[in-house]
Nanobody
Framework: QVKLVESGGGLVQPGGSLRLSCAIS????????IGWFRQAPGKEREGVSC????????FYEDAVKGRFTVSRDDARNTVYLQMNSLKPEDTAVYYC?????????????????WGQGTQVTVSS
């Protein structure tokens, strides 16, 4: 059973930075696609960024392009989401998710395994 544990959320002022981590365990294949999603109060969950573990193909939602960077550390079985120039509208619970296969997707329905989420609050 794939297990994902997010960390790194918190309170940050507008313009600040945070780095989220997603520690992954229990996978039976190296071929994974990892997605970062977020859900703000009263809104649907949306895909923020994705990466696969083979050729580093990535996806970014338009609202975060140029500000967020997804990366992976195979030695630590961890995927990161570096978030810079944060805005109040980035406030949400952030989740990482995993699925087998190399096709990255920004749709939550395509992912089978989910972490518990970490709160990111951008406020002065």
């Amino acid at each position: 059973q794939v297990k994902l544990v997010e960390s790194g959320g918190g309170l940050v002022q507008p313009g600040g930075s945070l780095r989220l981590s997603c520690a992954i365990s229990g996978f039976t294949s190296d071929l994974l696609a990892i997605g970062w999603f977020r859900q703000a109060p009263g809104k649907e969950r949306e895909g923020v960024s994705c990466i696969n573990t083979s050729d580093d193909s990535t996806f970014y939602e338009d609202a975060v392009k140029g500000r967020f960077t997804v990366s992976r550390d195979d030695a630590r079985n961890t995927v990161y989401l570096q978030m810079n120039s944060l805005k109040p509208e980035d406030t949400a619970v952030y989740y990482c998710a995993a699925k087998y296969g190399l096709v990255i997707s920004s749709y939550s329905r395509d992912y089978d395994y989910w972490g518990q989420g970490t709160q990111v609050t951008v406020s002065s």
